[in-house]
């Protein structure tokens, strides 16, 4: 049992470039969420799913597009990069029933560097 | 003001001290609270649940006060390896959902 994986671990990108980062996790959680965090600041929510095939935006969307065509992938993509966006990019999923979300466990986190 | 506010740290302690973190909440929506910790350049990791008026792991003990909206949490004993940042988390159920992560509280044990 993995948990939760996020691939990859470090990037550098140059402005302009396009990138996707990958989420998997093997918990079968239906609700999956994408944060970044800066130095000094906390979480903040980019985009999240609440199951396959639904996708909704977070706290700070722009400049990201996400897709979860299966449940156990959840993607984040920057399809025009910029030095804004780097950050330490974390992925965590969580189990829901009836209409409440419980803890979330968390990937590694990918190290993203634009220059 | 924020939805999730913590003491702003940091909290520098020696070893064996007990230390204890609160977290205030604005929306009376809430509906689930957690703590979690991070260690630098990590991921947060669940520290405990905070489902009804409070629960004990060991050296930790969080509570919860709906009245007053806070969380607190309690770390007896300290050791060296409770260095961290703690998160506390609330669950707000808005007709959705909406998880707010408070900006953490630093934590130094020190022999």
């Known amino acids: 049992n993995a948990g939760v994986t996020q691939t990859p671990k470090f990037r550098v990108l140059k402005t302009g470039q396009s990138m996707t980062l990958l989420c998997a996790q093997d918990m079968n959680h239906e609700y999956m969420y994408w944060y970044r965090q800066d130095p000094g600041m906390g979480l903040r929510l980019i985009h999240y799913s609440v199951g396959e095939g639904t996708t909704a935006k977070g706290e700070v969307p722009d400049g990201y597009n996400v897709s979860r065509l299966k449940k156990q992938n959840f993607l984040l993509g920057l399809e025009s990069a910029a030095p804004s966006q780097t950050s330490v990019y974390f992925c965590?999923?969580?189990?829901?029933?009836?209409?409440?979300?419980?803890?979330?466990?968390f990937g590694p986190g990918t190290r993203l560097t634009v220059t | 003001r924020k939805e999730v506010e913590q003491d702003p740290g940091p909290f520098n302690v020696p070893e064996g001290a007990t230390v204890a973190f609160n977290c205030t909440y604005s929306n009376s929506a809430s509906q689930s609270f957690f703590w979690y910790r991070q260690d630098c350049r990590k991921e947060p990791k669940l520290l405990m649940s905070v489902y009804s008026s409070g629960n004990e792991d060991g050296r930790f003990t969080a509570q919860l006060n709906r009245a007053s909206q806070y969380i607190s949490l309690l770390i007896r004993d300290s050791k060296l390896s409770d260095s961290a940042t703690y998160l506390c988390v609330v669950n707000i159920r808005t007709g959705g959902f909406k998880t707010i992560f408070g900006a953490g509280t630093r934590l130094f044990v020190k022999a």
């Open positions: 965590a999923s969580s189990y829901s029933r009836a209409e409440m979300t419980y803890e979330q466990y």
